[in-house]
């Protein structure tokens, strides 16, 4: 089992810059890829982007790359969601997840942390 708890959420302004962390519980972290994924009211869970179990490798969603970067620290159990140039549409309850592999199919995520909200105002 392992437990995630996401932080970092809140309001900002158009153009500003959040990080979002997720802590993870288990001691085989690093042995699971991670992902963050978001949902925006009305909307489909999306997928913003997966950090591979080292950490050398990565993907992100269309929408956000050259925005956002993950980045993951083995040693504190914790990936990290660096969001920069923020838009009104980056919106969303912000979601962590673990998977065995480095993948946008949510289905394939099999632990969630309960989600942190970001909110992008003009």
């Known amino acids: 089992q392992v437990q995630l708890v996401e932080s970092g959420g809140g309001l900002v302004q158009t153009g500003g810059s959040l990080r979002l962390s997720c802590a993870a519980s288990?001691?085989?972290?690093?042995?699971?890829?991670m992902g963050w994924f978001r949902r925006a009211p009305g909307k489909d869970r999306e997928f913003v982007g997966g950090i591979s179990r080292s950490g050398d490798r990565t993907s992100y969603a269309d929408s956000v790359k050259g925005r956002f970067t993950i980045s993951r620290d083995n040693a504190k159990n914790t990936v990290y969601l660096q969001m920069n140039s923020l838009k009104l549409e980056d919106t969303a309850v912000y979601y962590c997840?673990?998977?065995?592999?480095?993948?946008?199919?949510?289905?394939?995520?099999?632990?969630w942390g309960q989600g942190t909200q970001v909110t992008v105002s003009s």
């Open positions: 997840a673990a998977s065995t592999l480095l993948t946008p199919s949510p289905a394939l995520y099999r632990y």
């Open positions: 288990a001691r085989t972290f690093s042995s699971y890829t």
